[in-house]
């Protein structure tokens, strides 16, 4: 059965400020590598067997550089929807399972967040291989990362009892992003991974799913694409409509309360590189434990990521530290107040993230 991977660009990335922008955010930045997440993320599907054109999901602000990097690596026929605004992952898929089901197929979806990191990509198509088992059998299946470290920046699974085959799990619960003490608890068990985000299921399985458990986003977004027939390559979201529609991701409009919900584990090299604190820890790091980028001078710097775009950054006598240099913001933080970043733009001073 034919795979379309669903390609989710829409985010901003508020937490990977100042390079992460309003007009640029991070899934369109070159964090790690040369090529920017939004194009790895692409690229580490083109050899999946059956695998068709994408479909991607962005901001209606975000068309050109979407256009533009998908040209840039050669790919030239994948489906583009732009929303007027984000209303988190459940009405983004809802809309391109729609769209492929107004187009004649019922493929299954490969639903992939634009701005992770994956280290190991073979072993990410063997999990994928192992979800395509299941998908094809109607379950709805999520991938969760097996812990690294007790990380507070992320949901949880619980993994329950382990299918007949061994490739699986039914899953327990979903646990919200929890307090130090509960993450060491929950990492200590072996049995609760980390919620990747990634999902696999058919078309027509996931929007069943979504009429029984969230009837209103179904509606709105069936109303949405059938009343423009959904054919085009390029789909613009009626705004007017898209604006009733309720916000709520795949986790709490479907996940949560389906019993159709099955967990493939990975071990892959993943980080959905939610903060500095994150590109730290996935970065290479010198002997003294620093990630260091750009045209950069130390003395006596540990366990910090420094990161120059432009001018010369000197850092000397400190530790634990981030530190990133653009054009016209330079920013300094504890890497243990990383996640607190996106609070600066609850002050007023909105342009700072332009």
Known sequence: MTIVPVILAGGFGTRLWP????????????????QTLFQQTLNRVRDLQECANPVVVCNNSHHDLVVEQLQSIGID????????????????????????LAQGSDPL???????????????????????KKYAE????????????????????????EQLDDGDAYKISRFVEK?????????????????????FMFRASSYLQELKQNALDIYQVCNDIVYDRAGLEELFEIDSEKFNT???DSIDYAIMEKTQAAVAVPLDIGWSDLGS????????????AGNVIIGDVDTKNISNSYIHATKRKVVALGISNCVIVETPDAVLVV??????????????GNFKWFV
Not at 109 to 131: G, K, Q, S, W
């Open 19 to 34: 390079i992460s922008r309003q007009q640029n955010p991070k899934q369109f930045a070159s964090l790690v590598g040369e």
């Open 77 to 100: 026929k994948a489906q583009v929807i732009l929303e007027p605004i984000g209303k988190n992952t459940a009405p983004a898929v809802a809309i391109a399972a729609f769209k492929l």
């Open 109 to 131: 979806l490969l639903v992939l967040p634009a701005d992770h990191v994956i280290a190991n990509i073979p072993r990410f198509h063997e999990a994928v291989a192992i979800a």
């Open 137 to 160: 059998q109607n379950f709805l299946v999520c991938f969760g990362v097996v812990p690294q470290n007790p990380e507070t920046g992320y949901g949880y699974i619980e993994f329950g």
């Open 178 to 198: 929890p307090n130090i003490e509960l993450a060491k608890q929950y990492v200590a068990s072996g049995k609760y991974y980390w919620n990747s985000g990634m």
């Open 245 to 247: 529609c309720r916000s």
């Open 276 to 287: 500095w604190q994150a590109l730290w820890e996935f970065g290479e790091k010198d002997s």
């Open 334 to 347: 504890s890497k243990d107040h990383c996640q607190d970043i996106k609070s600066i733009f609850k002050i």
